[in-house]
Every structure is written in C-alpha cells, then in structure tokens.
C-alpha cells in the first residue's frame, strides 16, 4: 500500500507539472503578431503646392520650383470587386 502511495506521487507531480506547462507557454504574443510594417499601402503622400503632378512618398522639394513638398491624404479609391 505504502508502495503504491509512493509511486502515485511522483507521477501525479509530473503530470500536473507537463499540464501546467502547457497551459502557461504563450504562443505568438499580440505584440509578435503586430508588424513594425503596416500591410496597408500608404494613406498619404507628399505633393507640391504648385504643381499638383509632383508627388513623392517621402518629403522633399519639387524638382520644377524647389518648393518643399507637403502632406496630403490620399483621395481613398474603393475597392474593386
């Protein structure tokens, strides 16, 4: 009897120990399935306050005026079906 107590224990503490293992191992935590790169194209580009047909995705200036380019929305397209 004694016998039997003392075999059950360690396998009872094993178990226990390889269950709550498992339940506490994270998986892909939601800071890993966050990208530093949005999948998302780019909701704003930079144009020329004069000339309209230059555009950049980065700043910088008009290569026609030198003039520096500002921040615009990108008119939103719908998406094709």
């Given at each position: 009897?004694?016998?039997?107590?003392?075999?059950?224990?360690?396998?009872?503490?094993?178990?226990?120990?390889?269950?709550?293992?498992s339940v506490y191992t994270p998986?892909?935590?939601?800071?890993?399935?966050?990208?530093?790169?949005?999948?998302?194209?780019?909701?704003?580009?930079?144009?020329?306050?004069?000339?309209?047909?230059?555009?950049?995705?980065?700043?910088?200036?008009?290569?026609?005026?030198?003039?520096?380019?500002?921040?615009?929305?990108?008119?939103?397209?719908?998406?094709?079906?």
């Open positions: 009897m004694n016998f039997r107590k003392l075999m059950l224990l360690p396998l009872l503490a094993a178990a226990l120990i390889v269950t709550a293992a998986g892909v935590s939601a800071q890993q399935k966050r990208s530093a790169h949005s999948k998302k194209p780019t909701q704003f580009h930079f144009v020329c306050p004069m000339h309209e047909d230059v555009t950049s995705k980065q700043r910088g200036t008009c290569h026609k005026c030198k003039m520096t380019l500002v921040k615009k929305r990108k008119p939103r397209t719908p998406p094709s079906t």
